[in-house]
């Protein structure tokens, strides 16, 4: 099984490059920026990743993003993630970044995307991983900081596809943010959003009625609404599901419990990814893995969720063709 997997050519559309930052580049970042980090070493630094919640997870992920400074700083950390694509033969990645968690820390927006972008560039030329950037507001801050924010970002429009809303979902809905993600329609942008991962259903009409969005990140707890599913079912909304995240965060308590291959019966476009990988136990490949293990998907359906990845990128339908 999983040399099945890993023969499967992989599209992954819910990834926070954050979130990839391991254990061992944080220190050696640390180090090489005359930062302390309140942990004694990597294992002291692993051993604080138990969360109960996504709240847990996301003080964490905060505070290990400050070892990033440089330009250099973001590519090595896109760069290792790279690496990580062209082992495990993932083809394309559609990535998140946060740039309210660096420029909140005095790091410039051109730092941060020019970084990120030269690793993306790179990869596609020395391996043909083929890439999207998306730019998350996080919705814990207000919608002004996101204008604001979007605003820092406009002289980079050409290296961003699209914009998403991650984050403390519980109590800030996305409609709290439907001028931000007007305002970046009009720029030609594309729309995504967190919703229905800790938060209820209705924020997942909200994404989808007030931000117009084309995906929706996580929307596990769409199960509890039927008339939902029907839509999703009836206009092919791609969720994209994280499973290790999701049993990390005690969304589920255990992979057993996970309701991925529900919704996949229910002819929802599930597709798989592996969110914060570096903090979640596992990439692409061990989230696939998860899903054979733990709830007995059939090679039938893992094939299914990876070409609903590729039907659910933004890639050109010619490429896309070439991936079914
Ligand atoms: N949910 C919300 N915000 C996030 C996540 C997530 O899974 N990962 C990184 N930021
Ligand atoms: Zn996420």
């Known amino acids: ?51 109960h919640n996504l709240q847990s997870f996301l003080d964490l992920y905060y505070q290990g993003a400050a070892v990033l400074q440089t330009e250099q700083d973001f590519f090595d950390l896109t760069w290792a993630y790279l690496s990580r694509c062209q082992a495990q033969h993932v083809v394309h990645t559609e990535l998140f970044f946060d740039p309210q968690t660096h420029l909140s820390r005095g790091i410039e927006m051109g730092t941060v995307i020019r970084g990120i972008s030269r690793a993306l560039d790179q ?29 820092a970002a406009l002289p980079y429009l050409d290296k961003i596809q699209g914009v998403g809303l991650d984050s403390s979902e519980l109590g800030n809905p996305p409609s709290k943010f439907s001028e931000v993600f007007a305002r970046a329609s009009a720029l030609g942008l594309k729309a995504v959003a967190h919703a229905g991962e800790e938060g209820p259903a209705s924020y997942i009409w909200e994404a989808l009625d007030q931000l117009k969005v084309c995906r929706i990140d996580h929307g ?33 308590d255990k992979m057993a419990d996970h309701n991925l291959l529900q919704l996949l019966d229910q002819d929802v476009c599930v597709t798989v990814n592996s969110d914060d990988p570096a903090y979640f136990g596992g990439y692409l490949q061990e989230n696939f893995e998860a899903l054979a293990r733990d709830l007995k998907a059939s090679r039938e359906q893992l094939r299914q969720l990876a070409l609903n990845g590729v039907q659910a990128s933004w890639l050109p339908v010619s490429r896309k063709k070439t991936l079914i």
Not at 25 to 46: C, H, Q, T
Not at 244 to 250: A, D
């Open 123 to 151: 990869a596609q030329t020395q391996w043909g991983i083929s890439s999207c950037l998306i730019l998350c507001f996080l919705r814990h801050l207000s919608q002004e900081d996101a204008l604001a924010t979007l605003e």
């Open 1 to 51: 099984m999983k040399q099945f997997i890993a023969a499967l050519p992989k599209v992954e559309l819910h990834l926070h490059i954050e979130g990839t930052l391991e254990p061992e580049l944080m220190f050696a970042l640390a180090e090489r920026n005359g930062i302390k980090l309140p942990y004694a070493d990597v294992a002291a630094l692993r051993a604080a990743y138990d969360f």
């Open 220 to 252: 596990v707890r769409s199960v509890d609404d039927p008339r939902l599913i029907a839509r999703l079912a009836e206009e092919q909304i791609p969720l994209t599901v994280c499973p290790l995240s999701n049993t990390r965060l005690k969304v589920f």
